[in-house]
């Protein structure tokens, strides 16, 4: 009877412990800025969020400027972080809150329709809405399918990875209490970090995709500009760096 009413419970469990993690970046976010920041002697919350933010940025950099970064960063760090701790509260000692919201098919699902649907609204934000229209139908008619696929490949895989571990380890403990669980929890931090990755680094292959046909419609820009004579205006190219705080002279 308990069982059956906690099976009844779980999408409402899944949600409170969706929003435990939320809570849990919230305020760990809010920890790591607290306080004034300094370039100067950085302490240790600081240097704790500029190594954890330092990867993110590293990757949108990659993609473009200022904007890029300070657009794409943030999206991806979130991917990730909300993905990592959900993974891990599965090796929590704690009945009810140790189910990982990753391992129930609607969290990676929504997770996924926004990690492809961000990428939408981002090649809206830099290439227009005609741009982002256009990436749905070139180069071929039937491309906007593959937004679907892509929506299918990132929660299939991490529901896979996550729901399967997090059902081993519910069927060992239910036949071993003692020993085997604790080796099995201690593996499961491997793909709790894969899979986030994962899931972050394909989010990122996506939206520079975008980024890609962005800079494709510049160059073209930049080839009629310069068809057009000495009178026509030459591309931006001024660029502020966002970690090291430089800016190009813009010509």
């Known amino acids: 009877m308990e069982d059956t009413a906690i099976t009844n419970a779980m999408p409402y469990i899944v949600i409170a412990n969706a929003l435990v ?9 809010r920890m790591l800025v607290r306080g004034q920041l300094t370039s100067d002697a950085p302490g240790d919350r600081q240097n704790l969020g500029e190594f954890m933010l330092d990867f993110f940025v590293g990757k949108a950099r990659e993609m473009g400027g200022r904007d890029v970064v300070l657009a794409v ?43 492809v649907g961000g990428t939408l609204i981002l090649s809206g934000t830099f290439n227009g809405l005609l741009g982002a229209v256009k990436h749905l139908f070139w180069p071929n008619p039937l491309q906007c399918i593959s937004e679907v696929t892509d929506v299918l490949s990132l929660s299939l895989r991490l529901f896979g990875n996550i729901g399967g571990e997090h059902m081993t380890v519910v069927l060992v403990t239910s036949s071993v209490a003692v020993g085997i669980p604790l080796i099995l929890h201690v593996l499961g931090l491997i793909p709790a970090f894969v899979q986030a990755l994962v899931f972050t680094l394909l989010t990122a292959s996506f939206i520079a995709g975008v980024i890609h046909t962005r800079e494709e419609y510049e160059q073209a820009g930049a080839k009629v500009g310069a068809k057009g004579g000495a009178g026509s ?19």
């Open 21 to 29: 993690v939320s809570l849990v970046l919230i305020i760990g976010g």
């Open 73 to 115: 960063a943030p999206f991806l760090a979130t991917c990730f972080m909300f993905i990592l701790v959900s993974n891990l509260m599965g090796i929590l000692p704690i009945p009810l809150l140790n189910n990982p919201p990753t391992s129930y098919f609607a969290v990676p699902l929504g997770l996924a329709i926004c990690a």
């Open 233 to 251: 205006p030459a591309p931006e190219t001024g660029v502020t760096s966002v970690v090291e705080g430089e800016a190009a002279p813009t010509m």
